[in-house]
């Protein structure tokens, strides 16, 4: 079967087209037969609102806002996070449709280091077969962000080693509002949020759609849909229903291959791999359930599902050199076009009960609570030797995993004073993983179980400061395919383990807003990327001993006459090989961890008046290497070689006209910086040129 053009391509299908159409007419539907105000809907939370509910965890904390949100126009929500201390991203297809956040060192090729959630709700399509985002929910939608770091992590999981990021989606409000962008590059976007609730206030539902196309910074087209239905409604005075139904396909003309040293100096913006495609289609749907048993005991529950095609595209490299990539030809001699196509499919229930009670002679807060969880992917490679766009062919492998988990957590807050309060907790994370090729009926499995106890404190030592630490254990599993071989064999991958400290303080000092934190993470054996996502020098081998050790910080300050600013930095002098692990002949012993920047910083200045609000953000990157052996000089081919630090400049506003309609735009790269984001997948991928995006909206 032979690709439609490029135009073609992009292009939404006609089923694709009728399904929106649906869910559009369904929603408008059930919108319409309702009238009035606006009620709360039930959602797992990480942190919580309010200032007591950061003072609660008892280690590092942040939330992005709304109104952040508004002021920044980021164009991703792995950008919306660059305002959160101790978050890295690596840049790939310049838009955040493939995810890349790590946190205090970690390396973030494709998340893995991270749990991400959506309301609560897993976002990577398969917690133990393999951490890696291969979709990321879009910012247009999201209310806040809650990124917790710390022991109060261990009440998710697994992989909590970095931290927790939690996106919360809009709630319906009452009306329609249309949102339109256009920028650079052909970007374009459409948006349509209407809802509206019963006159009882006892019910709520709405839709919001997202639509958007471009030629992309590199010549790399995409065409994106992004539709949510969600609703909800009381159950009598004391209990409450939610549900969300998600629906998102994505086609976008980007690859594993960057551009090689002279055709990044020649042109920096050229499309290395025209016939590469990277195409998901994601369906999700979760059902919250909250009971309010008494005043000081309340049950959650939710229940997800999701489903997850990614279909990667890519041609076969003949040979690399300093000048640009070689394909291998598609005369019918060898195998020249390859899909990797994976299909994931995931369901869980969640459930937590919360208990206020007097006990040991002091007021505690408990949460309990169970998750079981199962993963599921077909794995499938299709070959072509004669089409450059075919999207069939020779089936060249097949691989099925399916792993199943099982997690009890408890956590007690004990108030030991008015101004002390401790907290203690463990998770115990049991799950296992088969494999089987389907091709050679060889089949394997792998089981582990993992005790993670945590302990935290928190001091009110004054009403402008507040002392936090915590110690606790984390871990992340192997991903199936390197724990076991494709022959069947238990490789005995041992999962990722971390014994993780921090120590801070945070508070308000009359203009001021503060949070700096000391934190460090002892790996007793990390596992380095392992699929071909992570890049020259990818191993399926453990890593041995590793330390990440630095500082970081979060400041505001009001100036008054409507000027503030914004800064957060992370200071990581160590973050290592600590122990003697020799690959291909070489100790990697005391080199440096891949994209483990020393310094990350960002610095917002902010003005407000009336009506407007805008913001000028610097954001530095130190300098990064890319392999474990810390290769200084560039490659040949540009895959290894450090990458050196850069600053970049973004330029955002928005002004109110009136209660309805609103206008806003946003510069990025303000003075054309031309640096290189990354070296991985396979080559180098620039930062985005200078471009900007304007838009409008309207509520009816």
């Not at 990667?312 to 050199?321: D, K, L, M």
């Not at 389907?438 to 402008?464: C, D, K, M, R, V």
Request: one cysteine or more; charged letters at 20%; glycine letters at 12%.
């Amino acid at each position: 079967m032979h690709r439609p053009t490029r135009e073609q391509g992009l292009r939404a299908t006609p089923f694709k087209k009728s399904k929106l159409c649906l869910i559009l007419a369904l929603a408008m539907g059930s919108a319409a037969s309702l009238q009035a105000r606006e009620v709360e809907l039930p959602a797992i939370a990480v942190v919580g609102e309010g200032e007591q509910a950061l003072a609660k965890q008892p280690g590092s904390v942040s939330r992005v806002t709304r109104e952040q949100i508004e002021l920044n126009q980021p164009i991703s929500t792995q950008d919306a996070l660059k305002t959160v201390p101790g978050v890295v991203v690596r840049e790939e297809e310049g838009y955040g449709f493939i995810p890349n956040i790590g946190m205090r060192g970690l390396n973030p090729n494709r998340s893995q280091k991270l749990l991400v959630l959506e309301d609560g709700v897993p976002v990577a399509p398969g917690l133990f077969l393999a951490n890696e985002s291969y979709y990321s929910p879009r910012i247009e939608r999201m209310d806040s962000i809650e990124v917790l770091k710390g022991a109060a992590g261990l009440r998710y999981g697994p992989t909590t080693i970095g931290g927790v990021i939690n996106y919360k989606t809009r709630n319906p409000e009452e009306g329609v509002r249309v949102t339109g962008k256009v920028g650079s590059h052909g970007y374009s976007l459409f948006g349509l949020d209407a809802g509206s609730a019963a006159a009882s206030g006892d019910a709520i539902g709405g839709i919001s759609l997202v639509t958007s196309e471009g030629d992309g910074f590199r010549h790399n087209g995409f065409r994106m849909n992004d539709v949510v239905l969600k609703g909800g409604m009381a159950l009598g005075d004391r209990q409450w229903i939610s549900a969300k139904f998600s629906y998102y396909d994505n086609e976008v003309n980007t690859s594993y291959v960057g551009l090689r040293p002279n055709e990044y100096r020649r042109d920096p913006t050229r499309n290395p791999a025209p016939n590469d495609y990277f195409l998901t289609n994601r369906t999700s749907f979760d059902i919250n359930h909250e009971l309010e048993i008494n005043d000081d005991v309340k049950l959650k529950t939710v229940v997800y599902w999701s489903q997850l095609d990614r279909d990667y595209w890519r041609r076969e490299i003949a040979a690399r050199s300093a000048d640009g990539t070689t394909f291998r030809p598609c005369d019918g001699t060898v195998n020249c076009m390859t899909g990797r196509n994976r299909a994931f499919e995931m369901v869980g229930v969640d459930s937590r009960l919360f208990v206020n009670f007097n006990g040991f002679g002091i007021r505690n807060e408990a949460e309990l609570g169970i998750r079981l969880h199962s993963d599921r992917l077909g794995n499938r490679t299709i070959s072509s030797r004669t089409d450059p766009n075919a999207r069939s062919g020779t089936l060249t492998g097949d691989d099925t995993q399916e792993a199943t988990g099982v997690a009890f957590y408890g956590q007690n807050r004990f108030l030991l004073t008015d101004t002390v309060a401790t907290t203690l907790g463990l998770r115990i994370e049991s799950y296992d993983q088969k494999r089987k090729n389907e091709l050679t009926g060889t089949s394997g499995t792998s089981s582990n179980t993992e005790f993670l106890p945590g302990l935290g404190i928190t001091w009110q030592a004054a009403p402008y400061a507040q002392l936090f630490g915590g110690a606790y254990k984390a871990f992340s599993p192997a991903m199936v395919a390197t724990a076991i071989s494709s022959s069947g064999q238990d490789e005995k991958l041992d999962a990722e383990r971390s014994t993780n400290f921090e120590i801070g303080v945070r508070g308000t000092v009359n203009r001021v807003r503060y949070e700096v934190t000391a934190f460090q993470m002892d790996f007793s054996n990390q596992i380095v990327p392992q699929s071909e996502s992570g890049g020259v020098g990818a191993t399926v081998t453990n890593a041995g001993e590793t330390i990440n050790r630095g500082l970081e910080g979060g400041l505001g300050y009001d100036f008054g006459s409507g000027w503030s600013v914004d800064a957060n930095a992370t200071y990581l002098p160590t973050a290592k090989y600590s122990s003697t692990k020799i690959v291909g002949g070489i100790d990697r012993k005391g080199n440096r961890l891949p994209y483990a920047p020393e310094l990350v910083a960002n610095l917002a200045v902010n003005y407000r008046t009336g009506a407007f609000k805008g913001s000028l953000v610097a954001s530095h990157v130190s300098e990064q290497f890319v392999d474990a052996e810390n290769t200084r000089a560039e490659s040949t081919d540009g895959r290894r070689g450090v990458i050196p630090s850069y600053t970049t400049f973004n330029l955002s506003g928005h002004y109110a006209l009136s209660k309805q309609w609103r206008v806003f735009g946003k510069v990025r790269n303000l003075f054309d910086r031309q640096y290189i984001a990354s070296r991985n997948p396979d080559g180098i991928f620039p930062g985005a040129e200078r471009n900007f995006e304007i838009g409008m909206s309207y509520k009816f």
